[in-house]
């Protein structure tokens, strides 16, 4: 069979086999009614290891922001966010047409706003104005690539945010790239937000799922909007022993190697003729190449890759994204490099 290196996403992960044979293994209830061992298992896990006092399972990332939306928030109040923030850019609006909110955004290439922009956004007590209610975060940043943002950002932030009396939320998606590349644990990084969401099915491997903590009160709330999200599942067993194992000191620190994997990338890349790579961004799992140089287009120089098995994403005209994962090993790298050197040699 011909050789296939996927480096389009993170959330093409498989489950090991140790997941597998946890799920088939794993004892079964009525999650609904707090009746899945294995589901109330990964919960008191992933609040112990994020700092909070409660977790709860979702279906997905993007559930678990919308629920945090809906709890933190009232319709027709005003979220702060980051420009190219996921949860304004890539949930379908779903912040507006379900939780009724208006958007501030703040554009900050660094992957979180200024907090002095942050503090000039909120808007003063006015009847003609919406009354902002929530701060969103962040990290890693996807759309700039996978960066972690600066740990003093998110301890300023949370001063403003208590001068104002708002809540912080956290889209870490990505939080254990983030922790492993700043050298700390994830709750050092959650400590500064009332909430955060983190998935277990992007580099960690699970198949499916992903958990949002916080407060018992808060997480009392996010419960009844789960349920009217539809994100209240039955038999979660089979997941949730994923997740266990998704959320193991062993796994977590395994994401290690995608991001020496994505430095070995850069670094090949950046030898070639007409790629130009800004080192500074890569620092987890994202590679951003700059082909504008030789007016190289993405959409041909993906196309011409994918015909000799490699694949990566379109992430602008002249910008193609390449993403490690457990996926992909050092020796598919050494390939992916390879193949990239003979298509640039001939384009
Ligand atoms: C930063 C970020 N937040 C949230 C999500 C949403 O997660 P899900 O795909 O599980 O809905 C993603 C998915 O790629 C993401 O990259």
Partial sequence: MKKLVDLRRDTNTLPTEEMKEAAFRSPLGDAVYGEDPRQRELEELAAFILGKERAIFLPSGTMGNLVALLTHTQRGNEIILEENAHIFTSETGGLAQVAGLMVKTLRNEDGAPEPRDIERA???ENIHYPRTALIGLENTHYRYGGIVVPFTRFEKIREVADR???????????LFNAAIYLGVE??????YCDSVMISLSKGLGAPVGSLLAGSCDFIKEAERYRKMLGGGMRQ?????ACGIIALSEDNISRLREDHDNAQFL??????LPGIKIDRHQVQTNFVLADLSEREL?????LERIREKGVLATRAG????????????????????LQVIKEVTQVI
């Fill in 122 to 124: 909120i808007r003063p």
């Fill in 236 to 240: 979660t067993g089979w997941l949730c």
């Fill in 164 to 174: 104002y009396n708002l809540p912080v939320h956290l889209d870490g998606a990505r």
């Fill in 186 to 191: 994830a709750k050092e990084i959650a400590r």
């Fill in 297 to 301: 287009e993405a959409t041909v120089f």
């Fill in 317 to 336: 005209d002249f910008a193609v994204r390449f993403v490690t994962s457990r996926e992909v090993n050092r020796e598919d790298i050494v390939f992916a």
């Fill in 266 to 271: 850069a670094e090949g890349l950046q030898s």
